[in-house]
């Protein structure tokens, strides 16, 4: 069992940046892939980013590629989400995932989530 808590959103203005982190219980966070998802008021979750268990790849939406980094520190347990040049259609809750699956594919099945941390972006 793992369980996520998601931090670091707020208001920022467009162009703006944030930091979000995830904090992981457990000892066992190196074994997950780890993803952000968003969901913004009205529209289905979406797909923001991921990472593998080593941190050596990732994987980005077309709409943050560029702006968004992933990043995890396995010795922390947790992962990380810098978002830079922030739009007002970036605007969602953001949710961290864990997946437990033994190889990465944009549609892996995620395991546990976080409740989530709201993220607005204002013009």
């Known amino acids: 069992q793992v369980q996520l808590v998601e931090s670091g959103g707020g208001l920022v203005q467009a162009g703006g940046s944030l930091r979000l982190s995830c904090a992981a219980s457990?000892?066992?966070?190196?074994?997950?892939?780890m993803g952000w998802f968003r969901q913004a008021p009205g529209k289905e979750r979406e797909f923001v980013t991921a990472?593998?268990?080593?941190?050596?790849?990732?994987d980005y939406a077309d709409s943050v590629k560029g702006r968004f980094t992933i990043s995890r520190d396995n010795a922390k347990n947790t992962v990380y989400l810098q978002m830079n040049s922030l739009k007002p259609e970036d605007t969602a809750v953001y949710s961290c995932?864990?997946?437990?699956?033994?190889?990465?594919?944009?549609?892996?099945?995620?395991?546990?989530w976080g409740q989530g941390t709201q993220v607005t972006v204002s013009s």
């Open positions: 995932a864990a997946a437990r699956g033994p190889i990465y594919y944009r549609g892996i099945e995620y395991d546990y």
């Open positions: 457990g000892r066992t966070f190196s074994s997950y892939i």
């Open positions: 990472i593998t268990r080593s941190g050596g790849n990732t």
